[in-house]
C-alpha cells in the first residue's frame, strides 16, 4: 500500500495538534519527480514550517484569503484549513497535492486547494489574496529577482506578506530591498530548537 511508505507526526501547536503523514524515505519520495534533488528538500519538515504554523495558528482568520507559497508538507496551509481559513497552496511539485489532500483528511478539516505552479509562471487561477506567506524558501540567488515580482503579481495595496526565513544573507537582502518598491517591512527574530531565523513581515502600501 502506498502509505505505509509513510510515517505520522503530530505538531502540538497553541490551540491544537496537527497531524502530518511524511515519507519514511526521502529518496524514495524524491524518485517521483522528475528533480530528484528538490523533492528530497520539499519532503522535509523544516523548522521555519513550524515557526510559521504556529504564527498561523495564533492569527489565522478566516474573513482574510491566504496563499502559501513553496508548500512542502503543507503544516501552515494544514493550520489555517483547521480554523476553516481560505487557502490556497502553491508548489511546483505535483506529488504534494495528494499528500496534502491526504493530511487535509487526516485532520479533519476542509478540503486544500493546491495549484502546481512555479514562482517564475504567471497563473491567472491564483489571483490576490490577502495575505501572502512562506518559510524556507529563499535558497537561491536566482529568488530574489523572481520572488519580488511574483508578490506584487499576486497582493493588492493592504495585502500582508509574511516569511520565515533562516538567517541568510539573501531574505535580508531582498525584504530590505522591497521596502523601496512600495512595502511597509518590519524583522522580528525567531528562534525553534536549532532554528535561528527571522520572520519577515510586509505590508503593500501601494
Not at 481560505?86 to 489532500?101: A, I, K, M, N
Request: proline fraction near 6%.
Amino acid at each position: 500500500m502506498l502509505f505505509s511508505r509513510y510515517r505520522r507526526k503530530p505538531y502540538s501547536l497553541a490551540s491544537r495538534t496537527i497531524k502530518l503523514d511524511m515519507p519514511k524515505d526521502v529518496e524514495w519520495f524524491s524518485n517521483l519527480s522528475d528533480n530528484h534533488a528538490a523533492m528530497r528538500v520539499v519532503g522535509t519538515m523544516w523548522p521555519g514550517g513550524v515557526v510559521l504554523a504556529e504564527l498561523m495558528d495564533k492569527e489565522a482568520n478566516p474573513s482574510l484569503s491566504y496563499l502559501e507559497i513553496g508548500v512542502g508538507l503543507g503544516l501552515p496551509t494544514l493550520t489555517l484549513l483547521a480554523h476553516e481559513c481560505q487557502v490556497t497552496s502553491l508548489d511546483v511539485h505535483p506529488q504534494l497535492g495528494p499528500l496534502l489532500e491526504r493530511n487535509a483528511k487526516l485532520n479533519r478539516t476542509r478540503h486544500p486547494h493546491f495549484v502546481q505552479a512555479n514562482w517564475s509562471s504567471e497563473d491567472t487561477r491564483l489571483g490576490s489574496s490577502d495575505v501572502v506567506m512562506g518559510s524556507d524558501v529563499l535558497y537561491e540567488p536566482s529568488h530574489i529577482a523572481t520572488l519580488p515580482a511574483f508578490l506584487n503579481a499576486h497582493t493588492h495595496p493592504g495585502s500582508q506578506v509574511i516569511f520565515v526565513e533562516p538567517d541568510r544573507g539573501l531574505s535580508s537582502e531582498m525584504f530590505n530591498n522591497m521596502a523601496s518598491t512600495g512595502y511597509e517591512v518590519e524583522r522580528t527574530p525567531a528562534r525553534l530548537n536549532d532554528f535561528v531565523g527571522s520572520v519577515y513581515r510586509l505590508k503593500r502600501t501601494e
